[in-house]
């Protein structure tokens, strides 16, 4: 049983890609994270001999810090972060005991490269529908909480990239698109790993909806709606993005813990 400064791998799956989420932060050795290359979804690898120099990124929020056993540089970096005001929690059995879990964990090999102050850079064109919500979507909350997305012309997505060191995506000739009758979500879920069942699920919806195969699921039309509802009620796409991204957490949720339940009126009466 976790003591009281610890969290089960249990409970904190069951808090990854929600949007009141702990930041989780990786402080395995270089030779340890070498060994197993993977992370937990929406962790951030740090140095924990610093953590009083970036507690400061995590005001507000809560912590959970992992090493490789949930021993002691996860215990010192989370007493230390305890130290500077941060409620800091560590991982019973850290990445180990997350892994023998079975629980899923990201493809670090395939993430893009860090700016200096160690975010994920992405661009794709402006206007965005469906693919390019879903995926920073996506992103953020199981990759890269601080991702970046630049939203520019169509023609000069290429361009853009090279120059700002940003990985493009959602453009035709590029490593994260669609592929075949596939969404660039689809690929992210696939070449990231991180394909449970919600995920799934929510993709097929995210397909029917950016393919026009609205046969794949009943809830692609709806996604498809409320979508274009919001291109239109936003001029800029970042604050769409940001007002978007509940309809996705709303999709997830329901993916994961209530497409079972059904809804009627009125209420069935309960016989006396």
Not at 185 to 207: C, H, N, P, Y
Request: neutral net charge; glycine residues 6%.
């Amino acid at each position: 049983m976790p003591s009281p400064t610890e969290i089960s791998a249990a409970q904190l799956a069951r808090l990854v890609g929600l949007p009141t989420a702990p930041a989780i932060i990786d402080v395995r050795t270089d030779e340890d994270f070498a060994a197993a290359p993977r992370l937990i979804p929406g962790s951030v690898r740090r140095d924990p001999f610093h953590a009083a120099a970036w507690s400061k990124s995590l005001a507000d929020r809560n912590a959970v810090v992992v090493c490789q056993k949930g021993l002691k540089l996860s215990q010192g970096a989370a007493a230390l972060l305890r130290h500077e005001g941060v409620q800091a929690e560590t991982l019973e059995g850290g990445f180990v005991g997350w892994h023998e879990a079975g629980l899923p964990t990201v493809n670090a090999a395939k993430l893009p490269p860090r700016d200096a102050q160690g975010r994920t850079v992405w661009v794709t064109r402006g206007r965005p529908k469906i693919d390019r919500i879903a995926c920073p979507w996506l992103v953020r909350r199981f990759v890269d909480p601080d991702a970046v997305f630049l939203f520019v012309s169509p023609s000069e997505v290429n361009a853009v990239a090279e120059r700002f060191a940003a990985t493009p995506f959602d453009i035709e000739g590029v490593f994260w698109s669609h592929r075949g009758d596939r969404c660039t979500f689809d690929t992210m879920l696939s070449e990231l790993g991180l394909a449970d069942t919600a995920l799934k699920q929510l993709a097929t919806i995210v397909r029917g909806a950016d393919t026009a195969r609205m046969d794949l699921a009943p809830e692609a039309a709806g996604l498809l709606a409320v979508s274009l509802g919001f291109s239109r009620m936003y001029r800029d796409d970042l604050a769409q993005l940001e007002a978007a991204m509940v309809i996705y957490d709303g999709f997830y949720r329901w993916c994961r813990d209530a497409s079972d339940e059904t809804h009627n009126w009125p209420s069935p009466k309960v016989k006396a």
